[in-house]
Nanobody
Framework: QVQLVESGGGLVQAGGSLRVSCAAS????????MGWFRQAAAKEREFVAA????????FYADSVKGRFTISKDNAKNTLYLQMNSLKPEDTAVYYC?????????????????????WGQGTQVTVSS
């Protein structure tokens, strides 16, 4: 059974940095793309960033491009999201997810429907 557990969320001031992690168990994700999504209060869940199965290609929402960096450590089965220059509008619950197909890459990774398994989320709050 695949399980994803996010950690590292918290409260940070605007302009600060935070790194959230996602530990995967039940499957080696070395052949799978992974992504981060977020959901602010009373809003739809939205794409933040994704890394393809090889780790060689990354994709970002325009709102976080240049500030966030996604990476995965296959040896540790862990996905990371380094968030710099945080803004109050980055406040949300952040979710990690694993793609439903092996060896995926490309812009399809921005769509929620492309993911089969989700974590429970970690809260990130950015104060102004």
């Amino acid at each position: 059974q695949v399980q994803l557990v996010e950690s590292g969320g918290g409260l940070v001031q605007a302009g600060g940095s935070l790194r959230v992690s996602c530990a995967a168990s039940g499957r080696s994700f070395s052949s799978y793309a992974m992504g981060w999504f977020r959901q602010a209060a009373a809003k739809e869940r939205e794409f933040v960033a994704a890394v393809d199965w090889s780790g060689g290609s990354t994709f970002y929402a325009d709102s976080v491009k240049g500030r966030f960096t996604i990476s995965k450590d296959n040896a540790k089965n862990t996905l990371y999201l380094q968030m710099n220059s945080l803004k109050p509008e980055d406040t949300a619950v952040y979710y990690c997810a694993i793609d439903r197909r092996a060896f995926s890459t490309g812009s399809i990774l921005a769509f929620r429907s492309d993911y089969a398994y989700w974590g429970q989320g970690t809260q990130v709050t950015v104060s102004s």
